[in-house]
């Protein structure tokens, strides 16, 4: 059974710092996504990387994909009080029936 | 915003009641989840459907069972609700293998 696992479990930073979470797994990522999740909200899909050494930056926002896709890591420039929430990573493996199998999630609170 | 619907969004019952959960949805997509969220577990899945009448278990789906006599509803059913079983639920949908799953808003479910 694939595990995930991210770090921090919990960050609390001020406005205009820079941060990065990780993402990590016990088998190689099949598709990996980063979901962001408001208080009260369900979780929304921000990005998807597939190969191996990918970078796709969205605003201020910057995933990486390990070149073994074991791994991902989640970087935010200047961040903002709109950044705040629960970062969850989550693979889509290739077998029947489309399960997506979510990290624990890392908790962001940006400080103003 | 993906047309998904749960009902009802807040819920408090008692210990050995049966309890169903509603998720409905506008977007014709044939994969439907069933998700509860606990701090410090992530989103675990408990059960999913590919299709009318079909449906398979998920990590977590002892307790639970689910029914999805149509494309739009997927209905989760707590037998006989336990303490352990007071979370937040999650219903989101898929088109394919190689889309994104959008949420609903949530049940904050309270077994009391």
């Known amino acids: 059974t694939q595990l995930l696992e991210q770090s921090p479990q919990f960050l609390s930073i001020q406005e205009g710092e820079n941060l990065t979470v990780y993402c990590n797994s016990s088998s190689v990522f099949s598709s990996l996504q980063w979901y962001r999740q408001e208080p009260g909200e369900g979780p929304v899909l921000l990005v998807t990387v597939v190969t191996g050494g990918e970078v796709k930056k969205l605003k201020r926002l910057t995933f990486q994909f390990g070149d073994a896709r074991k791994d991902s890591s989640l970087h935010i420039t200047a961040a903002q009080p709109g950044d705040t929430g629960l970062y969850l990573c989550a693979d889509k493996p290739k077998t029947s029936y489309d399960k997506v199998i979510f990290g624990p999630g890392t908790s962001l609170s940006v400080i103003p | 915003d993906a047309g998904i619907t749960q009902s009802p969004r807040h819920k408090v019952t008692e210990t050995g009641t049966p309890v169903t959960l509603r998720c409905h949805q506008t977007?014709?997509?044939?994969?439907m989840y069933w998700y509860r969220q606990d701090p410090g577990h992530g989103l675990r899945l408990i059960h999913y459907?590919?299709?009318?009448?079909?449906?398979d278990k998920g990590e977590v789906s002892d307790g639970y069972s689910v029914s999805r006599s149509k494309t739009e509803d997927f209905l989760l059913t707590l037998e006989s609700a336990t303490s352990s079983q007071t979370s937040v639920y999650f219903c989101a949908i898929s088109d394919s293998l190689n889309t994104e799953a959008f949420f609903g808003q949530g049940t904050r479910l309270t077994v009391v």
């Open positions: 459907s590919y299709g009318v009448k079909d449906t």
């Open positions: 977007e014709n997509h044939r994969y």
